[in-house]
Structure formats: C-alpha cells, structure tokens
T-cell receptor, first 112, second 115 residues
Framework: DAKTTQPTSMDCAEGRAANLPCNHSTISGNEYVYWYRQIHSQGPQYIIHGLKNNETNEMASLIITEDRKSSTLILPHATLRDTAVYYCIVRVHLDSSYKLIFGSGTRLLVRP | GAVVSQHPSWVICKSGTSVKIECRSLDFQATTMFWYRQFPKQSLMLMATSNEGSKATYEQGVEKDKFLINHASLTLSTLTVTSAHPEDSSFYIC???????????FGEGSWLTVV
C-alpha cells in the first residue's frame, strides 16, 4: 500500500496561505491523491483530489510534483474555521477494488 | 454537494447487545462503501469495504462475525456490532464513492458507547 507522510502539526496566520505538504514516494501510476480534513468529532470533509495534473476548486488547490512523489495542498486565504486535521490519502487499488488508507494527518492551527 | 448520512448519530447500548448503524448515500449511487473506526486522538482505521450485492472485504484483524456488514442496495450499507463490549465504544464513520465519479464522501459519523 502506498503510504503518506505529513508533518504532525503546522500553523499559519489568518488570511495568509496555508501550504500543507505530503510525501507519497511509493505511489503507483494509477493511484489518486485525495485530501480531506476533519474537524473535531465530525466526519472527514472532502477537499480535493488529483492524479497527475494540478487541481483547483473553491476550497483549495492541489499541486502534484511531476514525479508524483509528493503534493501540496494550498488553502489560499486561511480562516479560523480552517483549523482542523488535514489528511493526505492515496487511493490504493487492489484488483478490481480500492480503498482509502488514512495516515496520521497534519493538525493545522490558524492563528488570529 | 453529495451527502452521505449516518444514523444514528450517537447510540448507547448495554454490553452484550447488538447495535446497527446505517449509512446512506442521499443523492448518488454507491456500489462501494467503506467503514472506519476512530478512537480519540487517533486517525481513522479502515475496518471493511462494503460491496453492493456481495460479501464485505474485511481488513486484517477485524472480526467479520462481530462487525456484520450488509450492503443490500446502491444507497444503503449497514454495520451491526454484535455482542458489543465497552472496548467497542468508538466513533464509526462510513464513506461512499459515487459510481459516476472519483469523489469519495464521508458520513457525519456515529458515536457508539457500550456500557
């Protein structure tokens, strides 16, 4: 299974960009990278996913390196409500099935 | 956006009894759903993959006879914790993949307390 490595914690100032790195050096060619976040006692919230190309949506941008061994989630203007645990996940393929394996995640604290 | 709903949100049951948690995809069809368990201050741990119309695939170390999974339709999967014990108390979360896309959505989670 491809595993991900993330910093345990990070912080940034409100209104600034938050850049959350993720290492997935063992990723295979057909495995997607997903990002979710979890606010205390709630289910994970989908943020974004990508395969090879950079992706952007209303919540964030996902930058995937050309060799696909790492990626960065960018929250362009962090707010206090973005304080959460952010999970970078590789969708692991198994025969005709697949699964999402969560790592430890990064605890992001957005400071006023 | 797509919604995955879990019911109940929280439940308290007596030791030795069984409790069922439902996971529904509200506006999309999901052939595949997943069940996770999360203990306080820990990450989510995948328990099993639920496949519509077939048997669930359990992760190593997860007792299939204790955690019964049924996925009878494209919008509903259920997890039954049988003969529950206090150590089964946890936050149980399901997720579902839209059949027509690659996005996987998570439910709000269900808190189980066994007393």
């Amino acid at each position: 299974d491809a595993k991900t490595t993330q910093p345990t914690s990070m912080d940034c100032a409100e209104g600034r960009a938050a850049n959350l790195p993720c290492n997935h050096s063992t990723i295979s060619g057909n495995e997607y990278v997903y990002w979710y976040r979890q606010i205390h006692s709630q289910g994970p919230q989908y943020i974004i996913h990508g395969l090879k190309n950079n992706e952007t949506n209303e919540m964030a941008s996902l930058i995937i390196t050309e060799d696909r061994k790492s990626s960065t989630l960018i929250l362009p203007h962090a707010t206090l409500r973005d304080t959460a645990v952010y999970y970078c996940i590789v969708r692991v393929h198994l025969d005709s099935s697949y699964k999402l394996i969560f790592g430890s995640g990064t605890r992001l604290l957005v400071r006023p | 956006g797509a919604v995955v709903s879990q019911h109940p949100s929280w439940v308290i049951c007596k030791s030795g009894t069984s409790v069922k948690i439902e996971c529904r995809s509200l506006d999309f069809q999901a052939t595949t759903m997943f069940w996770y368990r999360q203990f306080p201050k820990q990450s989510l741990m995948l328990m099993a993959t639920s496949n519509e119309g077939s048997k669930a695939t359990y992760e190593q170390g997860v007792e299939k006879d204790k955690f019964l999974i049924n996925h009878a339709s494209l919008t509903l999967s259920t997890l039954t914790v049988t003969s529950a014990h206090p150590e089964d108390s946890s936050f149980y979360i399901c997720s579902a993949k839209d059949n027509f896309g690659n996005t996987i959505y998570f439910g709000e989670g269900s808190w189980l307390t066994v007393v």
